[in-house]
């Protein structure tokens, strides 16, 4: 039975923990009943648990859980000032509507170059602006200028 | 609801947001348990003080690593027990090369125990004298498991040492203890 557990102290310990087998911990049974150091051993490992558990713990100092909280580089509340400052959210929209300005200026794009001149610059102010509708084309040639500028009438 | 009634999960939630006041009730509920720990393995106050300090400014730095699905203490006891041995190996290796410093951080052997000096009991007494002839880490595993009423696979976790070596540790710490102390357990039992 006491294979692998050599003393009578270590049985006991083992008893205690449910680390024996039913058949172990069925014979340190018997022995309790029958032998005064078996019982003695058990009663001595109750009362080193109990002892261990009932040390009084040490008090940390008092305040210590406020410095540390203090110490830790923790989020403020934000102050009113920083309020009107654009948000995450904010930031990101207007992100996306530059996203977009830039895809809508792609699809013009594939319509060919800008008509005119004026279509031209209209393109790109409405691209540098605030966000709006994009801008109609102007009504003129549907030659674009640079076939204009290149294939004049008369010019060879 | 108050802060001291939310749950660990909720905590840990509120915590993983960068909730101050989340993180205030986490360093209040926890620094008592952090302090004791490294009081009992450094056997220093102003040593253990240090290391709250440490443990609570690590878990700040690295709460993402940590599985809200698993209770609190044991995560806790775990960043204080490895800060606590890291503490012990640079002092134990300031005082092999030589570092005259390095003899204020290693614990005196015969020093008197912070927590002896705040006990009369004589069995309590008794007893800290004697854990103290322990390991640290001996200590610590024992602290864990009998004073802060963790289970063995929670100690494992905390410690980092599989749950068979965490028993087979404690139960020869604790033979052990019962050699020391015989007289007194004999006395304690009756």
Known sequence: ?156 | MPLESLSEAELARRCRRGDADGWRELVVRFTPLVYRLGVRMLRSEAEAEDVSQEVFLRMHRSFDAYDSTRPLAPWVARTAYHACLRRLEGAARRERAGDPESLAAVPDAGARDPEQAALGGEASTLLLRALGDLPAQDRALLDLRYREGLSDAEVSEATGIPIGTVKTRIFRARVRLRGWLEPILGRQGT
């Open chain 1, 1 to 156: 039975m006491t294979e692998g557990f050599r003393t009578l102290e270590e049985l006991a310990e083992a008893y205690l923990d449910g680390d024996l087998r039913r058949d172990e911990a069925l014979a340190f049974e018997r022995e309790l009943a029958g032998r005064p150091p078996a019982a003695a051993a058990l009663i001595a490992a109750v009362a080193l648990r109990d002892l261990l558990a009932s040390l009084p713990p040490p008090a940390p100092p008092p305040g210590l859980a406020e410095r540390i909280a203090g110490s830790l580089p923790l989020r403020r509340p934000r102050p009113a000032s920083e309020a009107s400052r654009p948000s995450p959210v904010r930031a990101a929209l207007a992100g996306l509507g530059w996203t977009f300005r830039g895809a809508a200026l792609a699809a013009l794009g594939t319509a060919g170059p800008a008509a005119s001149a004026s279509t031209g610059m209209a393109q790109l102010r409405w691209a540098l602006g605030p966000l709006g509708a994009p801008p109609e084309p102007v009504p003129g040639s549907r030659r674009p200028l640079w076939r204009r500028a290149l294939f004049r009438k008369g010019a060879k």
